[in-house]
């Protein structure tokens, strides 16, 4: 394949460096090479019917849970399988690249695109992405990590410049990107529309050969999101190979800094050998053999991955799960009950094959006994609808012992190109929710979002939240099984939900002023922030309840010889009645650090499921290079704290176990 590049003609290695329409790399007939076909994801297929048309009618394709969704199972094993589908889905339909996953912080609640990304914490971020990557990789598909870097928001996404410290750029905005080009070599990576202190990222040498290639060792191929190259030989000499989509003015851009002497033949070659290295590997992944996951097996793994994210955020008087000795008559209210919001807009959409119901699903299996009634208001909102509804939903609620009411964002409130302008409901659906509490004292709210939502208007007056999220085709059905206790939740969160949005770290400078965003908090991001000065949240990072009870005990710190690496290992009890899953979750601590540190930073977690009376012990490995933090004067990890406590625990806030161990330096 390399040996092409001396066949290739100055304008056919320009044509390389530039795809040949909205989805695909350029094919050059004449020598045999073919194009490679990109496509949407990440949560499912985004293909067009017509791919060699810029947008058009999307195929219809097994959606599974957002990434948001995906993340708060905190199973890297579910994440790898999920991989594993979506690159059959792929294959199935000859994409060679599934563009994400998207693997940016959640820095701010308002972001539209949080619910494609994983986390506000970039060990959980790296971790989730590693599996997920590992599993589209290693079945013949390229994933495109993105969006690299410091794109934390949609306002001005095309413009901003992000004004980030190096010490947070290495500790939370690259460091997820770190984990998984180290740990699961990522084919390709996606750049960020927005500016990194003063320079689009599209054509940062700084961020894409310095960082990118020699600092973290990243060796595929670079591409640059749509449309986000400004200036073609920049972006070339920056280190970006493959400018997307085709766009008239990039070959005689690219041919006019050529002769102007501005880019030179050996920085066209080395991004052409790229490119042609990159079209080598996915022609050979084209030969694997047929992947034999059938689409049974896939609805089934998009219902295992939703039953693992939801997360039970409130449960008084253990009012879930419904059983027929506490209640004979149950009311969904809230048409989500029958058709989900199952993921957020743009990009990332997919045209879901199908999509389950709750129901559908709780009347085919709940027990007989039970009574299933369905008030499916609350269909559109418009002022005079809204009344209507509220009062059809509230004489649904006082028929039934317990009522469920279905409210969310969806897609047109979370979605790509546009920012939340806060983060409560529909003032309709706050008004649904409190009116029905009202007459009904056992009221469940479900919440299907892909971001923090404030509940502060409604949340003391029900009894019981579970976040539905957005968690795929199979959401529905995975919420009855929930909702009837066949599952005990298992998900907890992975982003802190404040009170207020007014609470959160990037609050003054959230989202800039157009022109610039300071990122104020520097590392205090999410959970840093809050645990760290004390803030009383909603409800922590980390949180999530079961329908049983866990009790940690006997914590061991066992360090190897030269102290480079430690095991961390503690006994987990399932001391309840239902058989759950539980995630342990691993934070250190330092006292008297010459540096401001987090009060917390997590790093590790583990999930294991438990039956009734049984005890497993977990253990943590990690080294001391972990516990290092990013030194911007020296550019260097260090670690100078006499001693470091590790914290086991159910949540940030529900530490059960914890320990000191000196180390020598
Ligand atoms: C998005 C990317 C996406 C690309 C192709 C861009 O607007 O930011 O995430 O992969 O479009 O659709």
């Not at 499912?44 to 957002?66: C, H, Q, W, Y």
């Not at 609640?109 to 990304?117: A, K, S, V, W």
């Not at 008084?316 to 506490?326: A, G, R, S, V, Y």
């Not at 609350?378 to 317990?402: C, Q």
Request: aromatic share 8%; charged share 20%.
């Amino acid at each position: 394949m390399h040996n092409l590049l001396n066949q290739l003609t100055l304008t056919e290695k320009l044509e390389l460096l530039i795809g040949e329409d909205m989805w695909h790399t350029k094919a050059i007939e004449r020598l045999g090479l073919d194009s490679i076909r990109m496509c949407d994801g990440p949560h499912g297929l985004r293909k067009m019917v017509n791919d060699r048309e810029s947008i058009g009618e999307v195929i219809p394709s097994i959606a599974f849970p957002t990434l948001s969704a995906l993340s708060t199972t905190w199973n890297p094993d579910l994440a790898y399988q999920m991989g594993t589908a979506l690159a059959s889905e792929c294959q199935l339909n000859e994409v060679d690249v599934l563009l994400g996953p998207g693997i940016n912080i959640k820095r701010t609640p308002l972001c539209g695109r949080n619910f494609e990304y994983f986390s506000e914490d970039p060990f959980l971020a790296g971790k989730m992405a590693t599996a997920y990557t590992l599993g589209v990789e290693e079945h013949g598909t390229a994933t495109c990590l993105k969006h690299f870097s410091a794109n934390n928001q949609e306002f001005d996404r095309m413009c901003i410049d992000s004004k980030v410290d190096l010490r947070t750029l290495h500790e939370i905005y690259f460091k997820p990107f770190e984990m998984v080009i180290s740990d699961a070599s990522p084919s390709s990576i996606m750049c960020a529309y927005n500016k990194l202190n003063g320079t689009y990222c599209s054509q940062n040498k700084w961020l894409l050969t310095d960082i990118l290639r020699d600092t973290l060792g990243f060796k595929g191929l670079a591409v640059s999101d749509w449309w986000a190259v400004h200036d073609s030989s920049a972006s070339l000499k920056a280190g970006l190979e493959l400018q997307m989509p085709y766009a008239d003015y990039h070959l005689p851009n690219l041919m006019a800094a050529y002769e102007k002497g501005e880019i030179t033949i050996e920085e066209i070659d080395a991004a052409v050998e790229t490119i042609l290295s990159f079209i080598d590997d996915r022609i050979k992944a084209r030969q694997m053999p047929p992947s034999n996951i059938s689409m049974e097996e896939k609805h089934q793994l998009a219902k295992d991955i939703a039953l693992e994210s939801m997360v039970l955020l409130k449960n008084e008087d253990h009012l879930l799960p419904i059983t027929t000795n506490k209640f004979k008559k149950v009311v969904l209210i809230g048409e989500y009950a029958d058709k989900p919001f199952i993921q957020g807009g743009g990009s990332a959409r997919v045209n879901a094959l199908f999509v389950d119901s709750t129901v559908e699903t709780l009347k085919e299996i709940a027990p007989k006994d039970l009574e299933i009634h369905y008030a499916g208001v609350y269909a559109t909102w418009t002022p005079h609808h809204d009344v209507e509804n509220i009062l059809r939903g509230i004489e649904a609620a006082k028929e039934a012992d317990i009522a469920v009411v279905f409210v969310g964002t969806g897609d047109i409130v979370e979605t790509e190109s546009a920012d939340r302008e806060h983060i409560k409901l529909k003032k309709a659906a706050e008004i649904l929710i409190l009116q029905v509490a009202k007459v009904n004292p056992n009221t469940v709210v479900v919440l299907q979002a892909g971001s923090a939502i404030d509940m502060s208007s409604w949340i003391s007056e029900v009894k019981a939240v579970v976040l539905q999220g957005f968690s795929g085709c199979a959401s529905g059905s995975a919420l009855a099984e929930i909702l009837l206790g066949h599952v005990s939740p298992s998900g907890k969160l992975t982003e802190t939900y404040p009170l207020h949005l007014e609470d959160c770290p990037a609050y003054e400078e959230d989202l800039g002023n157009g022109l610039t965003v300071h990122y104020i908090e520097g590392i205090m991001v999410g959970y840093r922030y809050y645990n760290t000065y004390n803030k009383e949240v909603a409800f922590p990072f980390g949180f999530g309840l079961s329908y049983t009870d866990f009790s940690y005990n006997h914590l061991a710190i066992q360090p190897n010889e030269d102290g480079e690496k430690m095991n961390i290992s503690c006994e987990i009890t399932n001391i309840g009645t239902y058989a759950a899953k539980e995630i342990a979750q691993l934070y250190v601590h330092y006292e008297n650090s010459p540096v401001i540190r987090p009060v917390q930073e997590l790093k590790g977690f583990q999930k294991v499921f438990l039956n009734p009376g049984e005890t497993k012990i977990i253990t943590f490995s990690i080294s001391k290079e972990d516990l290092t933090y990013f030194d911007a004067t020296s550019q260097t990890w260090k670690m100078d704290e006499p001693s470091v406590t590790f914290q086991v625990g159910s949540s940030s806030r529900a530490i059960h176990l914890s320990d000191t161990l000196m180390l020598n330096h």
